[in-house]
């Protein structure tokens, strides 16, 4: 990241996050790098902010047309920015607009890093605050939706709180979705998972693919499983 911290630099790109709803964090980055992309020839990001996981998909995918969207339009105007200065500003395009609005068109993979905050408050006093409160965004209405958008071998993919897991999968199983891989997030080898990311298909007939990132074997050190899984973006890596 440079010095005033608004822009954050990747290998391949770089990414303003000053004026966006929510800064570029962890969550974003591991999902962007672990999301199942390679089929995915149309990608809707819900909630993008600064655009930094659609990035990450355009990136990791040359084929796919890329739709990002979000509520805010700051974020809208600085992930567009972002896009634009970047090398695959051809398959990329930000627009504000409401995920549970959308129709006609599907997607091959749905992905988003949805608001994970439930507080019961419904006086917002920041974009911040909004970015984080899952009344704009949950996961639930997440996956609701997604039976409508999805492809018939569409996927939808998520990172959310662990403690949300059982509610995220009973709301899936209603909905008619199968869990077709997860990956359990610790920051390190004794902590407790923080984190969980969900891939869920409505057309599966595998078992599930259970998976753990841990990201630091000690303070300051990233362990390999974490290093390879980002070794396409940080620069540290």
């Known amino acids: 990241m440079d010095s005033k911290k608004s822009v954050f630099r990747f290998k391949q790109f770089k990414c303003s996050h ?23 020839k149309s990608i809707l990001d819900v909630g993008t902010g600064c655009g930094v996981i659609a990035l990450m998909c355009a990136q990791r995918n040359p084929e796919a047309n890329i739709l990002a969207i979000d509520i805010d339009i700051n974020s809208v105007k600085e992930a567009s920015l972002n896009f634009m200065e970047s090398q695959w500003r051809n398959r990329l395009n930000a627009e504000l607009m409401n995920y ?13 890093n949805p608001p994970f905050f439930n507080s019961g408050v419904k006086d917002f006093s920041s974009a911040r605050m909004v970015a984080r409160h899952d009344s704009s965004l949950s996961p639930l ?46 920051g390190n080898y004794n902590a407790l998972p923080k984190r969980i990311m969900l891939e869920y298909r409505l057309n599966h007939n595998g078992p599930c693919l259970n998976e753990e990132m841990v990201i630091e074997q000690e303070p300051g050190t990233y362990t390999e499983s974490y290093r390879q899984l980002c070794s396409d973006f940080y620069l540290a890596f």
């Open 18 to 40: 000053v004026a966006s709803s929510m800064k570029i964090g962890v969550d974003a980055v591991l999902l962007g790098a672990w999301a199942d992309v390679n089929r995915a």
């Open 100 to 112: 549970m609005y959308l129709k006609d068109k599907k997607y091959d993979l749905i992905i988003s």
């Open 141 to 186: 209405l997440l996956l609701t939706k997604a039976k409508e958008l999805l492809l018939h071998d569409g996927i939808v993919t998520m990172i959310v709180p662990f403690d949300r897991k059982t509610e995220v999968n009973n709301h899936a199983g209603r909905e008619g979705f199968i869990l077709s891989r997860c990956c359990e997030v610790k």
